[in-house]
């Protein structure tokens, strides 16, 4: 017996050709020889981790697979400012989070080109960016 597990959840997703799981974007494959393929459609990012292979024999061997799935950046839109209207002289926080995989960097600048004076308020966490403009007005991240 051939069966494919995923391993961080230890759930059970095929038993020879017979799909046991649920999801339906799961399909086995085989090649009525030596191969034996898991196939996932439209993948997503809970689809990342570790696949095993079993094959049940009297002493059980495996092979293990693992995989990691992209994901875009993208904005946090409740985290993130959008336009901001302040007076000459004022100071404004803008805040910019963006979500994804591998984590996004985030990069601020000015539409017209000019130097942006700035004081980071984060440390070390490119996903979340939050900065204090001093002096200019029209800044948008």
């Not at 050709?17 to 999801?23: A, I, L, W």
């Not at 293990?64 to 993208?74: F, T, Y």
């Not at 946090?76 to 002289?89: A, I, L, M, P």
């Not at 910019?96 to 308020?121: M, Q």
């Amino acid at each position: 017996m051939v069966g494919w597990l995923k391993v961080d959840s230890q759930t059970i997703l095929s038993l020879q050709k017979r799909v046991v799981t649920h999801n339906t974007r799961i399909t086995v494959t085989h090649d009525e020889h030596r191969t034996w393929s898991l196939h996932i459609r439209q993948v997503k990012e809970a689809d990342s981790g570790c696949y095993m292979c079993q094959i049940n024999t009297k002493v059980m061997k495996n092979q293990v697979g693992c995989i990691k799935v992209h994901v875009p950046p993208d904005f946090v839109n409740n985290q993130t400012s959008s336009d901001t209207t302040v007076n000459e002289g004022d100071s404004v926080t803008l805040g910019c989070v963006a979500k994804g995989f591998p984590e996004p960097h985030i990069k601020w600048k000015r539409e017209d080109g000019r130097n942006i004076i700035l004081k980071s308020t984060t440390a070390r966490d490119a996903s979340k960016s939050e900065f204090i403009i001093i002096g200019y007005m029209g800044v948008y991240g």
